[in-house]
């Protein structure tokens, strides 16, 4: 079945640590995208790809960092500028800019020990 | 920019019906999304509309009205696990890669 995998699940880690966020889709989408959801709130879009080897920046983009070497993956490091990491981080990818339906991966929830 | 304000939760139910309100500001408006999120999951795709109207999916219904600014997603004879967050997000064509914009979200807590 095709679908976006997130892993893993939970993460932790130590102040001072970058850590990254796998994000794989076997749909072959064009477009993938990177939020960040806190308790209570909405999402807000971190990092965007609409082809490979291209991204660009969201609304709140400090303090990560993305690349997007193959059309499949699209992995999100936190890294230790990000002041306030701890957070549930969601990958999605539409099949182009434009379509109608953005496919979510489970998400993952990192905690900053 | 972009604001979306829809209500932080709502009580209603079961057997019971339930509207939630969704109003934004928007230039370049180019379709509003409904989504459904269960605690610690990932959102599922509801409902899209992109003309004035009301769109309708079995127990679910969305309307809009793009000259207010309104929106509605009508959720019907609720159940249980109807209980969760409802998530309103705007597309602009003015947005770069037509990201989507979100809401705060709608927590419904449906009892019996």
């Known amino acids: 079945d095709g679908g976006i995998t997130q892993s893993p699940k939970y993460l932790f880690r130590k102040e001072g640590q970058n850590v990254t966020l796998s994000c794989e889709q076997n749909?072959?989408?064009?477009?993938m995208y990177w939020y960040r959801q806190d308790p209570g709130q909405g999402l807000r879009l971190i990092y965007y790809?609409?082809?490979?080897?291209?991204?660009q920046k969201g609304d709140i983009a400090e303090g990560y960092s993305v690349s997007r070497e193959k059309k499949e993956s699209f992995p999100l490091t936190v890294t230790s500028a990000q002041k306030n990491p701890t957070a549930f981080y969601l990958c999605?990818?539409?099949?182009?800019?434009?379509?109608?339906?953005?496919?979510f991966g489970q998400g993952t929830r990192l905690t900053v020990v | 920019g972009q604001n979306i304000d829809q209500p932080t939760e709502m009580t209603a139910t079961e057997g019971a019906i339930v509207q939630i309100n969704c109003t934004y500001q928007?230039?370049?408006?180019?379709?509003l999304f409904w989504y459904q999120q269960h605690a610690g999951e990932a959102p599922t795709f509801l409902s899209y509309?992109?003309?004035?109207g009301l769109e309708e999916k079995g127990r679910f219904s969305s309307f809009l009205s793009r000259s207010k600014g309104y929106s509605y997603l009508l959720l019907k004879e609720l159940q249980m696990k109807d209980s969760a967050s409802y998530l309103c997000?705007?597309?602009?064509?003015?947005?770069?890669?037509?990201?989507?914009?979100f809401g705060g979200g709608t927590r419904v807590l449906v009892k019996p």
């Open positions: 999605a990818s539409l099949e182009r800019v434009g379509s109608t339906e953005a496919f």
């Open positions: 749909l072959n989408h064009d477009a």
């Open positions: 790809s609409q082809i490979v080897n291209d991204f």
């Open positions: 928007t230039s370049g408006f180019n379709g």
């Open positions: 509309n992109v003309l004035d």
């Open positions: 997000a705007v597309r602009s064509f003015k947005a770069a890669g037509n990201k989507l914009t």
